[in-house]
C-alpha cells in the first residue's frame, strides 16, 4: 500500500504520485507542507476553483473571437 499525503489546499488524501511539491529525500524526510493537488480538476480547493472558472472564461472568450 502506497503512503498518502495531504493537499495543502484542499486537504485531500493522495498518493506521491498525484501531488506536486512533495520533499522525498534519500533520508526518509517527508515535507508535503507544500504539496498540492497535480491535476487541477481533482482538487477541492477554492484557488482550484477559481483557476478552473478563470480557464473557462478564457476559452469561452477565444471561441467568441472565432466565431466573430
Known amino acids: ?3 498518502l499525503f495531504t493537499c495543502s ?3 485531500c488524501q493522495r ?3 498525484d501531488l506536486n511539491g512533495i520533499n522525498l ?3 526518509g524526510w517527508n515535507d508535503d ?9 481533482e482538487c477541492k ?3 482550484a476553483d477559481e483557476t478552473l472558472d478563470w480557464l473557462l472564461d478564457a476559452l469561452d472568450a477565444d ?3 472565432d466565431a466573430a
Open 1 to 3: 500500500m502506497s503512503r
Open 9 to 11: 489546499r484542499c486537504g
Open 15 to 17: 498518493t506521491a504520485a
Open 25 to 27: 529525500t534519500a533520508t
Open 33 to 41: 507542507s507544500a504539496a498540492y493537488c497535480k491535476r487541477l480538476a
Open 45 to 47: 480547493s477554492a484557488e
Open 63 to 65: 471561441d467568441a473571437e
